[in-house]
Structures are given as structure tokens and as C-alpha cells.
């Protein structure tokens, strides 16, 4: 299934992560994470867009915005990314960070947390909802990473990293997330599940961190796919392009002996042999 892995971007990104696409933007947008940068890509050209001390994630807005996870906090921005406007600090102490996260089929974003030290269960998960109202959706979290949901919308799957695992919950617009069990776990020594996507069959797509590769995993758990890069920091994975027959993958620098893996913090593409589901959109911008 997996076709040859090509390499899209210089290693413009000391943290890439996080890619989405949305057919209104020039190309596929990530951030590089630490530097506050989202980062565009328009043909051959890379444009960097500085939007706050850390830029955690993104999402098209429903009307044409922008929503972003900025260090410990949301923000709205117009498409161009040139006027952000920060909604407030969710916490204020200055050991934490956002780090990933995804919206709802209903229109809700959602970010989750992580200590700069990585101190267990110091993190949570956030929701924003369309009126900016923030609730605390999980708490104990270490390595907040990814959320996606399944095609008809009723599963969402949950990446906290030092668990080795994805997570399913139940979803409803409702209830929210319920019903906590594992899916997959990752074997030890193959790398750590950081973020994910779902394609439109409904299999699950998860970057690891420290085993150079994506996999690619069915809902009852079992690998299909395994897609190798030359870079072992793999931390995201997202489907773009016109038809969303392209899986982009982002990696990062972090962790890498400097003189080694000169592809480290560059963007990745490759056609799995499936398409993707489009963005779920912020309905408040």
C-alpha cells in the first residue's frame, strides 16, 4: 500500500508537528512547535508565520479563521495568519505547555498539555467551544498527543504518549468522550505513538517518536501498514492534497546528535494508497 517516502521541505523545522490541510490555504500548514512558528507550504516556498511563544496546533475555522493552541492557551486568527488574537491564559504557571490536538465533528477544538520536564500526569486535555467557553476534558495526562476521530464520527482516538498506546472513547456531542479502553500498543524498543490521523476507511495512521516510521494500524488493532523515513524523531501525520490521497509527515530535530540525520525537521510526503477524511472545522471562527 505504502508508496516510496519523498522528502518535501529542507529541515526548516527544529519541532515540526501537527500538520492539517484545508483546500482554502495555499498548501499544507504545521507548526514548528517551540519557535511559536506556523508554517506554510506554497509550491516549492515555505512561509513562517510567527503567531506566539509556542504554536502548539491549528485548525480551519468554520467561517474562514483560524483557531490555534498557542503555550497555554487558544487563539483565533484571520486565514493569512496576520492578526492572532489570544483568548487567555487557561493556567498560568509557566512549567506547562500545550502540545497537540484536533476538533470534534461538532465544531469543537481541542488541545491537550504536557510539562516542559514531562513530570507524570502533569498535563490535561482541553475543549474550546465555539462560544470560547474552555473545559477540562481529562486530567492526569502526561504527553498530551493525538486526537482524530473515525469516519461516522462515534470513536475518537487519543495519544498519551508515555503510555505506549492508542486510546478509543466513545463520543457523542453529548456525553463527550466516555468509555476509555486501549486499541493498539505499541511494542517497546519500536518508537512511541505521537500524533495520528484516520483515513477514510477508518484505520488509524500514528507517527513514532524515536522509530523513524508511521503505522498504520485497523480499529481492532491489528498493523497493515509501515511507512520508514530517514529520520528517527517521526512526530506527526496528516492526509492533504486535492483528492487527500497524500500523507503529510512532520519530524523534528529534537533529541538528535548534532552532524547526524541532516533530513531531521523537514516535512515528508507519501501516497498510502488511501484517502483521508477532511479537517473537522472550529465553528467559532
Do not use: K
Not at 468554520?62 to 490555534?68: D, K, N, Q, R, Y
Not at 498557542?70 to 491564559?89: K, S
Not at 502526561?142 to 498506546?165: E, F, K, M
Not at 524523531?233 to 509527515?249: I, K, N
Amino acid at each position: 500500500m505504502v508508496s516510496t517516502v519523498d522528502q518535501v521541505t529542507e529541515p526548516v523545522a527544529a519541532h515540526g508537528e501537527g500538520p492539517v490541510w484545508a483546500p482554502e490555504w495555499p498548501g499544507v500548514r504545521w507548526v514548528d512547535m517551540l519557535a511559536g512558528d506556523v508554517l506554510e507550504l506554497d509550491g516549492d516556498e515555505v512561509r513562517r508565520h510567527h503567531v506566539g511563544s509556542v504554536a502548539a496546533a491549528l485548525r480551519p475555522g468554520a467561517a474562514g479563521g483560524v483557531v490555534l493552541a498557542l503555550e497555554r492557551g487558544f487563539a483565533l486568527a484571520d486565514a493569512a495568519l496576520t492578526e492572532v488574537r489570544p483568548l487567555g491564559e487557561v493556567w498560568t504557571g509557566a512549567g506547562v505547555r500545550m502540545n497537540d490536538g484536533g476538533c470534534d465533528p461538532d465544531g469543537r477544538f481541542y488541545c491537550g498539555s504536557m510539562a516542559y520536564d514531562e513530570t507524570p500526569g502533569a498535563g490535561a486535555l482541553y475543549r474550546l467551544d465555539p462560544d470560547g467557553a474552555v473545559t477540562t476534558v481529562l486530567t492526569g495526562v502526561t504527553i498530551s498527543n493525538g486526537l482524530a476521530w473515525s469516519p461516522d464520527g462515534g470513536t475518537a482516538y487519543y495519544v498519551d504518549t508515555p503510555t505506549g498506546r492508542i486510546d478509543a472513547f466513545d463520543y457523542t456531542a453529548a456525553a463527550g468522550l466516555t468509555h476509555r479502553r486501549p486499541v493498539v500498543t505499541i511494542p517497546d524498543g519500536i518508537g512511541s505513538p505521537d500524533g495520528l490521523t484516520v483515513d477514510a476507511e477508518g484505520n488509524i495512521w500514528v507517527a513514532l517518536w524515536g522509530g523513524g516510521a508511521v503505522h498504520c494500524y485497523t480499529p481492532a488493532g491489528e498493523q497493515v501498514a509501515r511507512a520508514e523515513f530517514p529520520v528517527t524523531q517521526v512526530t506527526a501525520c496528516a492526509f492533504g492534497g486535492p483528492d487527500l490521497a497524500e500523507l503529510y509527515v512532520t519530524t523534528s530535530r529534537q533529541g538528535v546528535e548534532e552532524g547526524t540525520q541532516p533530513e531531521a525537521g523537514a516535512l515528508f510526503r507519501l501516497r498510502p494508497g488511501v484517502r483521508g477524511l477532511p479537517a473537522h472545522r472550529y465553528s467559532g471562527c
